[in-house]
Structures are given as structure tokens and as C-alpha cells.
């Protein structure tokens, strides 16, 4: 089935230390997304990208760091500069970043410990 | 700029009763409108989306939102709430010409039996 895999749905960091969330899509898409989202609160974009080998900044880019070495993976390393990383981390993608419907992974939840 | 409000950040109905959950939005051009609903540590889905075609959007789950140019708002309704309703609804508007989508902050719906 096409769609959008997170992995892993849980991890602990200890402070100081980088850690990797994995995103794959096998639908095809140009763009994907990184969103972080905070209790009770709604999707903040950390990055995005339109197209392989290329991304730009979101809103709250600092302490995070991405690539876009093939089409069907975003990789979002949450860095020891990003103070306050505990969050649930969602993936997504779309045909294009213009006006499309974007999809959504399961998420992924991160916690210091 | 474009921007989403969602008017209140909690709603909660009885089993069986009207659904209405606000959304305006604010575009310099005709925009594009979805929503989308998340269940607890699930990524979002698209329930509906309106691309400029008919006013009134049905999506899945009975759910339907009508488009009206005239208040800015794309507000989702259901006439009848169902437990399984229960869930946090994301509002989103983009418009066509490359930006991409910002959402609300979101609308936890509670549904008492």
C-alpha cells in the first residue's frame, strides 16, 4: 500500500545528543515536510522540501537539520542545539508544495531524558 | 499572507447532536480549504477539501463544510456526533499560487454519551 513511514513511533534522547527520525514515502511525491507538534497545540513547519537535493527552511528550523539525497526520504536529525526537542514529529508529503493535499504519517514521539 | 482561525480551541457535544466546528480564513486570492482530523498519536487525514467547485464539501464520516466567500470561513459540520468522533480538527487554507498550507491551531472535539 502507498503511503508514509515514520520510524521510530518512539524515542529517548539524553541531553546533548542527535538523534535521526526516519521518513520514507512511496507515493511518489516532490515535496515532504517536516511538522512539529506540542501538546495541545497545532503543526508548526520545521522544514520542507520541493524536490530532491533541495529543502528550505520552516518556521522553527533551529536545532534541526535535514537532507533530500532521494525522493523517497526526508530525514530530520534533531540536534543538542534544539533546547526543548520533546515533541511529536510529523512527516508529510505532497505531489507538489502549491495548493495539493498534503499526507501525513503516523508521527513520531521524541523525549529527553 | 494567509493565515487560519479556528474559534474555539475545545468544543464538546452530546452523542447524537449537531457537529459545528469554525473556521475563517483570510486570502488575498481565491484559496484552497481542507480539514483534517487527528485521533490520539495518529498522524492527520484529510476529511474534506474544497478547490473551487461546488460551496458544499462532503468528506468522509458524514462529515460536509460549506465554502461562503462572503464571512471567510469554511466551517465543518455533522449533524449528528458520534463517540468515535472524538478527535482534534486541523483547518487549512493555501491558495494557488505556490504557497503551501497553514493550519489553525486546531479544535479538540469532545462527544459525551
Known amino acids: 500500500d502507498g503511503g508514509i513511514t515514520q520510524s521510530p513511533k518512539y524515542l529517548f534522547r539524553k541531553e546533548g545528543q542527535n538523534v535521526t527520525l526516519s521518513c520514507e514515502q512511496n507515493?511518489?511525491?516532490?515535496?515532504m515536510y517536516w511538522y512539529r507538534q506540542d501538546p495541545g497545540q497545532g503543526l508548526r513547519l520545521i522544514y520542507y522540501?520541493?524536490?530532491?537535493?533541495?529543502?528550505q527552511k520552516g518556521d522553527i528550523a533551529e536545532g534541526y537539520s535535514v537532507s533530500r539525497e532521494k525522493k523517497e526520504s526526508f530525514p530530520l536529525t534533531v540536534t543538542s542545539a534544539q533546547k526543548n526537542p520533546t515533541a511529536f514529529y510529523l512527516c508529510?508529503?505532497?505531489?507538489?508544495?502549491?495548493?495539493?493535499?498534503?499526507?501525513f504519517g503516523e508521527g513520531s514521539w521524541l523525549t529527553v531524558v | 499572507a494567509q493565515s487560519v482561525t479556528q474559534l474555539g480551541s475545545h468544543v464538546s457535544v452530546s452523542e447524537g447532536a449537531l457537529v459545528l466546528l469554525r473556521c475563517n480564513y483570510s486570502?488575498?486570492?481565491?484559496?484552497?480549504l481542507f480539514w483534517y482530523v487527528q485521533y490520539p498519536n495518529q498522524g492527520l487525514q484529510l476529511l474534506l477539501k474544497?478547490?473551487?467547485?461546488?460551496?458544499l464539501v462532503k468528506g468522509i464520516n458524514g462529515f460536509e463544510a460549506e465554502f461562503k466567500k462572503s464571512e471567510t470561513s469554511f466551517h465543518l459540520t455533522k449533524p449528528s456526533a458520534h463517540m468515535s468522533d472524538a478527535a482534534e480538527y486541523f483547518c487549512?487554507?493555501?491558495?494557488?499560487?505556490?504557497?503551501?498550507?497553514?493550519f489553525g491551531g486546531g479544535t479538540r472535539l469532545m462527544v459525551k454519551p
Open positions: 508529510a508529503s505532497s505531489v507538489r508544495v502549491s495548493g495539493n493535499t498534503i499526507y
Open positions: 507515493l511518489n511525491h516532490d515535496a
Open positions: 522540501s520541493q524536490i530532491v537535493n533541495d529543502f
Open positions: 486570502s488575498s486570492v481565491p484559496p484552497y
Open positions: 474544497y478547490t473551487s467547485a461546488a460551496t
Open positions: 487549512a487554507v493555501s491558495h494557488n499560487a505556490g504557497n503551501m498550507l497553514t
